[in-house]
């Protein structure tokens, strides 16, 4: 990366040689001028070449300004290699937690609430949250994954009790709606989409849509209305949320068989813009897009959520907002920058050996029971011998782009939202990091990109994720965005981009009705209870909670 300070020394220099040089070369060349006039040119030389070479610096340390956040993903790879310290120290908890994420803060909020002091959260990253982490600069604070919760259905009662402990939920209505804190709700204008070289309103392409196309795009939406009513045989609906709601229908295993891509296709919708959007939706929710994400999954992202309220809860550090709130529940018993690097199940207790990145040292931590709130991939690590096929999981590559522009560039339509998307682009658009802030002016601009890399051979993307440079990333955001914004590298002041190697499970053609991830739901051992959205096969704030609240059910119940 080029600073502006090394800029301003070069330029100097610059200065210094190209005067001498003047005045060398008018000597050699015998040029007769006047030295008055002779030295006002050369000054008017000199600035015009210092002015030019300045500009070109400037755009040169803009180009490069880029930086990864967090901390390097060295931590966990150490699971791999297994080079930490012996055991130096033990201590004993009666349930212990691993992984700070939505579903390991969840258990120990649920825990907490069941009046259960004597459990210990360990995460390995320097902050809890996991996928719905959040950042923060001088101008406002950001989310590094998870953005949005959607309105929950009035149905799910655990999550909105949660959303009323905290004021989130002000109160429920005659109807027993709850009633949403307003600053929660994401405030107008929500979102808007650049398509045909304009912002429309909303995310479902309008703007130059044929009438033909405009008919399809409505007639996908009242397919979605019915679905969203529909229930199976067994009288639950056939898209719900959680996961574990839903029917078993054969209509859920006849769906999950076929991609998105080729139901689309069976249903006629061929419309361009109407794949682009559906294409869009599915990146946002699974990582994958058409070709890839199950049919069953791609129709519960339109079917599952039974509200009229079309909104979302939003905040300037996205869902880092949600846990942060879940963390609170920790007082004291949570630790970060421990890594667990092997659980052995006994007959009366668990034994889990821990890295403690900070002090350098191995603990190992006898528990009464131990709730894995961690991804298969990384359960295979911490039980080598269990029968757990994390090949079968397909996780999909992230990554997350906060930069802060001087000022945002302007464009034909809607002015900026907080949701703004790209019609065609690769990445999934951008949010306004400061759409939900009460401050009137903000002194820069800050807003979040999105880019799900879908693929069939994730490792490959997730290994390119990796070994690019920042300028390489930075270049790949700028030219994303330059397709509604083409003169944004003028803006740019900093980028901080956050890779998330393993982003989340996709719920891929077969996935979840296949024996994968039925295997992995079964419980391997009675004293090991596993709560991760992995094992719902979505990776939703809602599914993380429920899997967090069912786990702390299961500590309960073997209380
Ligand atoms: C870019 C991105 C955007 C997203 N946007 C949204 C959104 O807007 N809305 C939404 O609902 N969902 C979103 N999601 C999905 C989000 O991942 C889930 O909502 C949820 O946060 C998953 O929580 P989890 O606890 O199941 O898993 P994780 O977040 O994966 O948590 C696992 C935790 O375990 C820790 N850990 C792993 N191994 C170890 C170990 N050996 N020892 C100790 N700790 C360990 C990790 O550090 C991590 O904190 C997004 C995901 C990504 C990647």
């Keep these: 990366m080029i600073s502006l300070r090394t800029c301003r020394k070069t330029m100097w220099r610059s200065i210094v040689w190209t005067t001498k040089s003047w005045y060398a070369i008018s000597m050699k060349n015998g040029v007769n001028i006047d030295p008055g006039r002779r030295r006002f040119l050369k000054q008017l030389g000199v600035l015009t070449l210092a002015a030019t070479f300045w500009t070109a610096c400037k755009q040169t340390a803009r180009r490069w300004v880029a930086r990864f956040s967090g901390a390097p993903a060295t931590l966990g790879h150490r699971l791999w290699v297994r080079d930490f310290p012996a055991v130096t120290r033990e201590e004993q908890v009666r349930f212990l937690i691993i992984g700070g994420g939505i579903s390991g803060l969840t258990t120990a909020m649920a825990l907490d609430k069941k009046g259960i002091q004597d459990f210990l959260l360990l995460d390995m990253d320097e902050q809890p949250g996991g996928n719905s982490r959040s950042g923060s600069n001088e101008h406002t604070a950001f989310p590094l994954g998870a953005h949005y919760l959607p309105i929950p259905n009035r149905e799910d009662e655990a999550l909105i009790q949660f959303l009323r402990y905290h004021g989130i939920v002000e109160k429920l209505d005659e109807q027993g709606n709850p009633v949403y804190q307003e600053r929660a709700l994401c405030a107008a204008p929500q979102a808007r989409l650049y398509i045909r070289g304009k912002w429309q309103e909303g995310l479902i392409p309008q703007y130059g849509v044929t009438a033909e196309n405009h008919a399809q795009i409505q007639s996908f939406f009242q397919k979605m209305e019915d679905f969203k009513a529909r229930r199976g045989a067994d009288g639950k609906y056939l898209f719900d949320i959680p996961l574990r709601k839903c029917s078993d229908d054969a209509s859920f295993q006849e769906l999950d068989q076929l991609s998105m891509a080729e139901w689309m296709q069976q249903q006629g919708f061929s419309a361009p813009e109407l794949l682009e959007h559906v294409r869009y939706c599915c990146l946002d929710d699974y990582g994958v897009g058409l070709e890839q994400v199950s049919a069953w999954a791609g129709i519960h992202y339109f079917a599952a959520r039974k509200s009229h309220q079309d909104n979302v809860l939003t905040w300037p550090e996205g869902n880092g907002y949600l846990a942060n709130l ?234």
């Design 326 to 559: 879940l963390a609170g529940h920790l007082k004291g018993r949570g630790r970060t920058q421990h890594l667990a690097y092997e659980v052995t199940p006994g007959a009366s207790e668990v034994e889990v050996k821990v890295f403690d990145e900070a002090k350098n040292e191995s603990v190992l931590i006898r528990a009464e029971k131990v709730v894995l709130a961690t991804p298969q991939y990384v359960n295979k690590y911490l039980l080598p011998k269990a029968n757990i096929q994390p090949e079968a999981f397909h996780y999909a590559p992230w990554l997350v782009a906060t930069l802060v522009l001087r000022e945002m560039p302007a464009g034909s339509g809607l002015p900026l939202c907080w949701d703004n998307v790209i019609h065609g682009a690769k990445g999934l658009g951008y949010i306004n990091a400061q759409h939900q802030s009460y401050a009137l002016q903000h002194a820069k601009q800050v807003i979040t990109y999105y880019c799900a890399f879908d693929g069939p051979d994730a490792l490959t993307l997730r290994r390119e994720l990796y070994t690019r440079d920042e300028a390489y990333w930075q270049e790949f955001v700028l030219f994303d965005l330059r397709q509604a914004h083409p003169n944004i590298n003028n803006w740019l002041e900093s980028m901080t981009i956050q890779r998330w190697g393993h982003g989340m499970i996709s719920p891929v053609k077969g996935f979840l009705s296949g024996s994968a991830l039925r295997t992995a739901r079964e419980s391997m051992h009675p004293r090991i209870i596993l709560a991760h959205t992995d094992l719902a096969g979505m990776s939703l704030f809602e599914e993380a909670f429920h899997q967090g609240i069912s786990a702390a059910d299961k500590c309960h119940d073997l209380h």
